[in-house]
């Protein structure tokens, strides 16, 4: 061992490239080139994730609005902060972010250029954790392990803000999902249901769901990562947006009421849905997609029946596409102890 690897403490810094375990219905993850992930950085994250230290009060952990049992999302419309006050968008859930094209934002609206930079603003979001990065850094840096994690992970005994934001970002990076009974049928080890076949007909059909186009395959992913308008408000001018969305990161009116395409990995886990978690079932975001979309100049082009109010499907095909959507479930990722509480 190379003695410049070992601090005065004992500790080593030699870190591990971390290995993800492959799901069988996503691609291999890409590579992290400005923070490779590493076995004692991802770990590191995980515990940061589930520690309500990152919290002004040590009340609340980012696992507290983001539960693994969810897919890492939450199940009220908006989730409550420290001082009991609601946030202003449903939790959008957070697995397989490190696919997500790197220049393209992240959150509902895109605010945070690079996922370490996401990883640390609901620290400082009043109306979430609510704390300082200082004091993130001061109560971290007095953990009986937490110092010794940091050196074991980036060979630096100062923390910063920026290590936490790392470590944190690489838990987030490592959290995969695709291995759903639809990955199943399509890797050849079982079947849909005749209903499911429907769905799945309709999901990808011009005449039936239309779904496809936001939420295509996409080397499965179920998401074009995209900033899109679905018509979900009924305005005429940008200023009559409850929420300006993307529009208020870009400054450009045409982006007004855009927010970013979530993946429907796990969706039947998820609910509620939109940016705004307004549809408490998925049979309600069917109706929505089916009848109620508002035919706005925002709305997006892709939205190619907003005319008619929806694509008008019937109950059966609502029922059918739903099928579908549960079929990309993935039963394994709750139990996955690499995303559990490590405490």
């Given at each position: 061992m190379d003695?410049?690897?070992?601090?005065?403490?004992?500790?080593?810094?030699?870190?591990t490239p971390y290995i993800a375990l492959q799901p069988m219905g996503i691609p291999p993850l890409p590579a992290s080139v400005d923070n490779p992930l590493t076995v004692q950085g991802v770990?590191?994250?995980?515990?940061?994730?589930?520690?309500?230290?990152?919290?002004?009060?040590?009340?609340?952990?980012?696992?507290?609005?983001?539960?693994?049992?969810?897919?890492?999302?939450?199940?009220?419309?908006?989730?409550?902060?420290?001082?009991?006050?609601?946030?202003?968008?449903?939790?959008m859930p957070i697995f397989n972010l490190g696919y997500q094209p790197y220049d393209n934002g992240f959150f509902w609206d895109g605010r945070a250029t690079t996922l370490e930079d996401q990883a640390v603003m609901p620290i400082q979001d009043p109306l979430e954790m609510h704390e300082i990065l200082p004091n993130v850094v001061i109560k971290v840096s007095r953990s009986d392990f937490y110092p010794q994690l940091f050196y074991e992970a980036f060979?630096?005994?100062?923390?910063?803000?920026?290590?936490?934001?790392?470590?944190?970002?690489?838990?987030?990076?490592?959290?995969?999902?695709?291995?759903?009974?639809?990955d199943k049928v399509v890797a050849g080890m079982g079947f849909l249901t005749d209903q499911e076949v429907l769905g799945f007909e309709l999901f990808n059909s011009l005449e039936g769901g239309d779904c496809f186009?936001?939420?295509?395959?996409?080397?499965?992913?179920?998401?074009?990562?995209?900033?899109?308008?679905?018509?979900?408000?009924?305005?005429?001018?940008f200023t009559e947006f409850p929420d300006p969305g993307y529009g208020a990161i870009t400054g450009d009116t045409s982006d007004y009421?855009?927010?970013?395409?979530?993946?429907?990995?796990?969706?039947?886990?998820?609910?509620?849905?939109m940016h705004d978690g307004r549809f408490a079932t998925l049979e309600e975001v069917l109706d929505y997609y089916s009848e109620q979309v508002n035919d706005t100049p925002f709305t997006d082009n892709f939205m190619q029946f907003a005319f008619q109010g929806g694509v008008q499907l019937t109950e059966d095909e609502k029922a059918a596409i739903?099928?579908?959507l549960k079929t990309l479930t993935d039963e394994t990722f709750e139990d996955n102890p690499a995303y559990n509480n490590p405490f």
């Amino acid at each position: 061992m190379d003695p410049e690897l070992i601090s005065d403490e004992g500790w080593v810094y030699d870190p591990t490239p971390y290995i993800a375990l492959q799901p069988m219905g996503i691609p291999p993850l890409p590579a992290s080139v400005d923070n490779p992930l590493t076995v004692q950085g991802v770990q590191l994250g995980q515990k940061l994730f589930y520690d309500p230290i990152l919290s002004a009060d040590s009340s609340l952990s980012c696992s507290s609005c983001h539960s693994v049992k969810h897919a890492f999302s939450d199940t009220t419309q908006f989730s409550i902060g420290i001082d009991g006050l609601p946030g202003k968008r449903n939790a959008m859930p957070i697995f397989n972010l490190g696919y997500q094209p790197y220049d393209n934002g992240f959150f509902w609206d895109g605010r945070a250029t690079t996922l370490e930079d996401q990883a640390v603003m609901p620290i400082q979001d009043p109306l979430e954790m609510h704390e300082i990065l200082p004091n993130v850094v001061i109560k971290v840096s007095r953990s009986d392990f937490y110092p010794q994690l940091f050196y074991e992970a980036f060979g630096e005994k100062t923390i910063t803000s920026d290590l936490v934001g790392k470590a944190l970002s690489q838990f987030v990076k490592s959290a995969l999902s695709g291995n759903s009974k639809y990955d199943k049928v399509v890797a050849g080890m079982g079947f849909l249901t005749d209903q499911e076949v429907l769905g799945f007909e309709l999901f990808n059909s011009l005449e039936g769901g239309d779904c496809f186009h936001c939420h295509g395959y996409n080397g499965g992913l179920f998401s074009d990562y995209q900033y899109r308008n679905n018509g979900i408000d009924l305005v005429s001018h940008f200023t009559e947006f409850p929420d300006p969305g993307y529009g208020a990161i870009t400054g450009d009116t045409s982006d007004y009421g855009k927010f970013k395409t979530p993946t429907l990995r796990n969706i039947a886990l998820t609910a509620p849905y939109m940016h705004d978690g307004r549809f408490a079932t998925l049979e309600e975001v069917l109706d929505y997609y089916s009848e109620q979309v508002n035919d706005t100049p925002f709305t997006d082009n892709f939205m190619q029946f907003a005319f008619q109010g929806g694509v008008q499907l019937t109950e059966d095909e609502k029922a059918a596409i739903i099928a579908f959507l549960k079929t990309l479930t993935d039963e394994t990722f709750e139990d996955n102890p690499a995303y559990n509480n490590p405490f």
